[in-house]
């Protein structure tokens, strides 16, 4: 299966941005992929206030997406925000079209870095997969990638390939820990992990807030041990990859860690 990771730069306009997922969909459709990833924060930019575009997943703003699903014949995975509990928000990933439904609210919230994602954001509390095209997908959400238990247990669902949406913080070392923790994670589930994360808005000659995480770019297709089949630079761009799920098979018959783990 062809997929496409579409590193974009969200606006703070959701429907501009619904325009962006349209344009990226065609494109990605053009090139052969059946299902189309875009990055945490899909609906708005972070640093804009996410409570006023929040929406539940059968409002408006996730109904175009599925039109848009249906209109192009690609599936879609976009991230969006969602009416949580307390006058909180949940930061959620949706995935539909080409017959499926599901949705993920990031379990692990960002309270690192001098940044506390939990004062605006409720936690999800139970993964999420989905197939599509005879594969299995785990979902992820960037501080997700900090933890390989959530990985595992997308495995052991079945997951072949780990989809992980971000919108990473810029900062010292920040560039060199997503390389490590993304192909890390890959080793530990032994599956195929597509990051896709928001465009470097340097790039465009924006100045992120101190804080506020829009991205540095880095969107990467990595193998099931470990190997970075492609990576993407800061700019706003779309990642091809084929999966071969012989090679998850091949991975886990070499090096059974999913086996061989004693605690869980």
């Given at each position: 299966?062809r997929?496409?990771l579409?590193?974009?730069l969200?606006?703070?306009?959701?429907?501009?941005?619904?325009?962006?997922v349209?344009?990226r969909?065609?494109?990605?459709r053009a090139a052969?992929?059946?299902?189309v990833?875009?990055p945490?924060a899909?609906m708005?930019?972070f640093?804009?206030?996410l409570?006023?575009v929040?929406e539940?997943l059968?409002?408006?703003?996730?109904?175009?997406v599925?039109?848009?699903?249906?209109e192009?014949?690609i599936?879609?995975v976009?991230?969006?925000?969602?009416?949580?509990?307390?006058?909180r928000?949940?930061?959620?990933?949706l995935a539909?079209?080409?017959?499926i439904?599901?949705?993920?609210?990031?379990i692990?919230?960002?309270?690192a870095?001098?940044f506390k994602?939990?004062d605006a954001v409720?936690?999800?509390?139970?993964?999420?997969?989905?197939a599509?095209g005879?594969?299995?997908?785990g979902l992820a959400?960037?501080?997700?990638?900090r933890?390989?238990a959530?990985?595992a247990a997308?495995a052991?669902a079945?997951?072949?390939?780990q989809?992980?949406?971000?919108?990473?913080?810029?900062?010292p070392?920040?560039?060199?820990q997503w390389d490590?923790l993304t192909?890390a994670r890959?080793l530990d589930s032994?599956?195929?992990v597509l990051?896709?994360g928001?465009?470097?808005?340097?790039?465009r000659?924006i100045?992120a807030?101190?804080?506020?995480p829009?991205?540095?770019?880095r969107?990467?297709a990595i193998g099931?041990k470990g190997e970075?089949?492609?990576r993407?630079?800061?700019?706003?761009?779309?990642?091809?990859?084929?999966i071969d799920?012989?090679?998850?098979?091949a991975?886990r018959a070499?090096?059974p860690?999913l086996?061989?783990a004693?605690?869980?």
């Amino acid at each position: 299966m062809r997929i496409a990771l579409a590193q974009i730069l969200s606006s703070s306009t959701p429907a501009e941005n619904l325009e962006t997922v349209a344009g990226r969909a065609r494109e990605a459709r053009a090139a052969g992929a059946e299902l189309v990833v875009f990055p945490e924060a899909t609906m708005a930019a972070f640093g804009n206030d996410l409570n006023a575009v929040a929406e539940p997943l059968d409002g408006p703003w996730a109904q175009r997406v599925r039109e848009i699903a249906t209109e192009v014949g690609i599936a879609v995975v976009v991230g969006l925000f969602t009416p949580g509990d307390g006058g909180r928000i949940r930061n959620t990933l949706l995935a539909t079209g080409d017959g499926i439904e599901a949705a993920y609210d990031k379990i692990h919230l960002f309270d690192a870095f001098g940044f506390k994602e939990s004062d605006a954001v409720a936690p999800g509390e139970t993964p999420a997969t989905f197939a599509l095209g005879g594969l299995t997908f785990g979902l992820a959400t960037c501080y997700d990638v900090r933890f390989p238990a959530l990985f595992a247990a997308n495995a052991r669902a079945g997951a072949q390939v780990q989809l992980v949406c971000a919108s990473w913080g810029a900062g010292p070392d920040k560039a060199r820990q997503w390389d490590l923790l993304t192909a890390a994670r890959a080793l530990d589930s032994t599956s195929y992990v597509l990051a896709c994360g928001q465009a470097d808005p340097a790039t465009r000659g924006i100045e992120a807030p101190d804080s506020t995480p829009l991205g540095i770019g880095r969107s990467a297709a990595i193998g099931p041990k470990g190997e970075v089949i492609q990576r993407l630079d800061g700019a706003e761009g779309l990642l091809l990859v084929d999966i071969d799920p012989d090679q998850v098979d091949a991975a886990r018959a070499a090096i059974p860690v999913l086996e061989n783990a004693r605690l869980r």
